[in-house]
DNA sequence: AATGATTTTTGATATGAACAATAATTTATT
DNA sequence: AATAAATTATTGTTCATATCAAAAATCATT
């Protein structure tokens, strides 16, 4: 798809691949829980002992209130998290994650610990900080050109 | 959101970022051509000079082949890509890029390879090759772990 | 108390995607 | 050669996804 001669040019390859197989993981987890795509990010946004409102996860997910509002309703309904009112101000709902909830984000989030320690063993372990400098590295300039705006 | 005290922990959230924003990114870079997404993850597909069908782009889009059928509809009447009859087997539909078609995806190839580029910059030359063994070894490690049917 | 702003929910609507049926064509079988 | 079977793309239908606008409840300010 690239011309794959330049060292730039395969690390463009590699990280498209990655996104790819990234996105197909997540389909695949997300049904594997009975859960919609969306159901399964919403949760995994979830710190373990986090409480959160519908506006704020909707701003995190990029998504409407109102979508969330249902995408909610069916975690609710499969007993993943918990809805009530705010009693400081009733015009939120503070939604939390069930014991189900609980576990199953602590499941996922040590599965996917687990696979990264996995990729590591194949890898020497004095490259490990230069990895996490690269990815860092990597991250950083996607975000900055996220940001510009004239592109 | 994952305890960031071990290397792995460390990757796993750098992974999970990286995906979040290349996503947001492919959504901003698809508007900014006034694709959709999907008619923008096809027109990503092709290489300057391939002619693919409906089935296999379905195939490799992972989507329906009626689906394809109506991308290509908008692709089309974008004019970024033109839609033949193939004449060694007439059920087939030669799709190729046009002249528009083919200089945006080389734009966006080059604009890909340019920010991978300006990220090894931020990097010792002696490390890259490292860097691509490292995300080499994650790609596979993805690769195998997803081709697993027990997790 | 009245007005205006904020948060969530509901209803209506548009877009995304799959499925089933159909039409056109090619390949296989008799 | 004629018919049957298979393949490819398209169309109509249907369901899921997501947004927008309006409504209801609460809060903040005057």
Same mark, same amino acid.
């Given at each position: #798809?690239?011309? =794959?001669?330049?060292?730039? =040019?395969?690390l463009?390859?590699?990280?498209? &691949? ?19 795509? =969306?159901?399964f /990010?919403?949760? /995994?946004?979830?710190?373990?002992d986090? +409480?959160?409102?519908n506006k704020?996860i909707?701003? /995190?997910?990029?998504? +409407? *209130? ?8 069916g ?11 705010? *009693?400081?101000d009733? /015009?939120? #709902?503070?939604?939390?994650?069930s &014991?189900?909830g609980? +576990?199953?984000? %602590?499941?996922?989030?040590k599965?996917?610990?687990d696979i990264h320690?996995?990729?590591? %063993?194949?890898?020497? *372990? +004095?490259?490990?900080e230069q990895?996490i400098? =690269?990815m ?16």
């Amino acid at each position: #798809m690239i011309d =794959a001669d330049t060292v730039a =040019a395969r690390l463009a390859n590699l990280t498209f &691949s990655l996104l790819a197989n990234c996105q197909e993981k997540e389909v695949h987890l997300a049904e594997l829980h009975g859960l919609t795509q =969306a159901e399964f /990010r919403c949760l /995994r946004l979830f710190g373990t002992d986090e +409480s959160l409102n519908n506006k704020t996860i909707a701003e /995190r997910m990029k998504l +409407s *209130p109102s979508r969330l509002t249902r995408i909610i309703d069916g975690l609710v309904k499969k007993e993943y998290i918990n809805r009530e009112i705010d *009693p400081n101000d009733r /015009r939120n #709902m503070r939604v939390t994650l069930s &014991s189900k909830g609980k +576990s199953l984000v %602590q499941q996922l989030n040590k599965a996917y610990v687990d696979i990264h320690e996995e990729i590591l %063993q194949d890898i020497d *372990p +004095s490259m490990h900080e230069q990895l996490i400098t =690269a990815m860092t590295h990597l991250l950083e300039a996607l975000e900055k050109w996220l940001a510009k705006t004239d592109y």
